[in-house]
């Protein structure tokens, strides 16, 4: 099957990225490692461990030097205004690699996403170019204990009080909580309406909580509390508005980024799984040779080549599209495809590698069993698959409502 980059614009991202993450981004993750060796990933807490941190923010600031950490970001805040359609295949050549830590290359849930495109003045200064820079991370807050899906139903509160904004809520399974310098919170306001508030980590009122480790192991997930937090007035992002619409661009934005992400690595199990079938021999016979081994891989790859096809052309849509202003029922109904496909691609794809595998799949040492971990987790945060079906119905006209 052919994976050929198809665009210009795409193609000048791919062979940017290639060297850079091959030379000086693997020399980074070599010298960690031999600095490292024996050392764990975690600290006691069970957050992720400093030399991790500090290793994740080296690999940050090289992809920011070279302008590929935040590329979808406008050329007026320090972006390229590249198209997700680029982006996906930036994504992919980043995943193709797996997660060796070439991945924090790229600006995830604790980067610049398009919320920034409407920062206010002083937002700009103070959160969107140190972090367009990778000199701080953020953390997008909006899950609350009571309000995951039906996030409108948040109770987290955002009042005015003379030059400042009070905020009293609480939130919970927070990326990138523990380190965020500056945390986007969406919150309501005493107006009833929906902003995202911009909060410091020395805010007065701000705490973390404890981490809430979940399946992936990676100590990056915590609650947050804001007690009567106060920040100035102009610490947004966007005005509040009587819609989801701010917010949106966030969540939005995460459902494109999984095309790329889940594409790369689906090819970076199945090309693994494929050596693997090759030379693995029970019976004496390559295990490729029997015909359910065989057919898991080919029936993969092609679900992936797939994905990918539609992925592209969704995202080309979107592109096209007014996505990020006032995204129509169509462009939501893509957002949502380009999740599922994306998500269920590397699911198989994950599965059946570590089947391939066989016991040796399960190993930690192996990796794939930390894709097999990352690819159901996906299904969840940034809208879950039934959400993601249900927008796609709605966009049909079926379940009004
Ligand atoms: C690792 C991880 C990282 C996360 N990171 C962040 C983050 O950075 N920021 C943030 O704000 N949140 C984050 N989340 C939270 C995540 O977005 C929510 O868990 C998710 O939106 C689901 O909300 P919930 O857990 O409250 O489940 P619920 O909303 O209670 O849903 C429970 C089940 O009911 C189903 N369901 C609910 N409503 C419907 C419906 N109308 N139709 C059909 N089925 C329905 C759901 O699909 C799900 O299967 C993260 C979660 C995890 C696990």
């Given amino acids: 099957m052919r994976f050929d980059v198809p665009t210009a614009e795409a193609r000048g991202l791919v062979e940017e990225a290639g ?6 981004v693997a020399e980074v993750i070599q010298e960690h490692k031999r600095d490292s060796s024996g050392e764990p990933s975690l600290e006691p807490d069970g957050s992720l461990a400093g030399h991790v941190r500090r290793l994740k923010r080296r690999v940050h600031r090289l992809g920011a030097e070279a302008g590929l950490y935040a590329p979808h970001v406008s050329e007026a805040l320090g972006g390229r205004g590249s198209s997700l359609r680029a982006c996906m295949y930036l994504h ?4 193709l690699r797996g997660f060796g830590g070439q991945q924090w290359m790229l600006s995830w849930t604790d980067g610049p996403s398009p919320m920034v495109e409407v920062a206010t003045e002083r937002a700009v200064q103070e959160f969107v170019d140190p972090l367009m820079r990778a000199e701080i991370t953020t953390a997008f807050a909006q899950t609350e204990p009571e309000a995951g899906s039906d996030a409108t139903s948040m109770s987290t509160v955002a009042g005015r009080s003379g030059g400042d904004w009070t905020l009293t809520g609480h939130k919970h399974l927070i990326t990138n909580a523990p380190f965020a310098e500056i945390v986007q919170v969406v919150a309501r306001t005493d107006e009833g309406k929906f902003g995202v508030f911009l909060v410091p980590e020395d805010a007065p009122g701000f705490s973390r909580g404890p981490i809430q480790q979940t399946i992936m192991d990676d100590g990056q997930t915590a609650s947050l509390t804001f007690e009567d937090c106060r920040i100035p007035l102009d610490m947004m992002l966007g ?3 009587e819609k989801f619409g701010v917010p949106m661009r966030w969540i939005n934005w995460t459902k494109a980024r999984r095309a790329g992400m ?3 690595l689906a090819r970076y199990c199945l090309d693994k799984a494929l050596e693997y079938a090759k030379e693995r ?3 004496g016979r390559p295990i490729g040779s029997f015909e ?3 057919l898991q891989i080919s029936e993969a790859y092609r679900r992936t080549w797939a994905t990918r096809a539609a992925c592209d052309r969704l995202l080309e849509e979107i592109d096209v599209s007014d996505p990020w202003e006032k995204p129509d029922a169509g462009t939501r109904a893509n957002f949502a495809a380009v999740k599922l496909m994306a998500e269920e691609c590397l699911l198989e794809a994950a599965d059946v590698s570590v089947q391939v595998f066989g016991g040796l799949g399960l190993l930690k040492s192996t990796g794939l069993e930390h894709v097999y971990r990352v690819a159901r987790n996906l299904r969840i945060p940034g809208g879950t698959a039934e959400i993601q079906r ?3 119905a709605r966009s049909l006209g ?3 409502g």
């Fill in 292 to 294: 359910q081994v065989a």
């Fill in 390 to 392: 249900r927008e796609i």
């Fill in 92 to 95: 992919e050549e980043v995943f």
């Fill in 19 to 24: 060297p850079l993450l091959d030379g000086p």
């Fill in 398 to 400: 079926l379940l009004k």
């Fill in 281 to 283: 021999e029970a019976f």
């Fill in 262 to 264: 889940c594409v790369g």
């Fill in 239 to 241: 005005e509040p508005q």
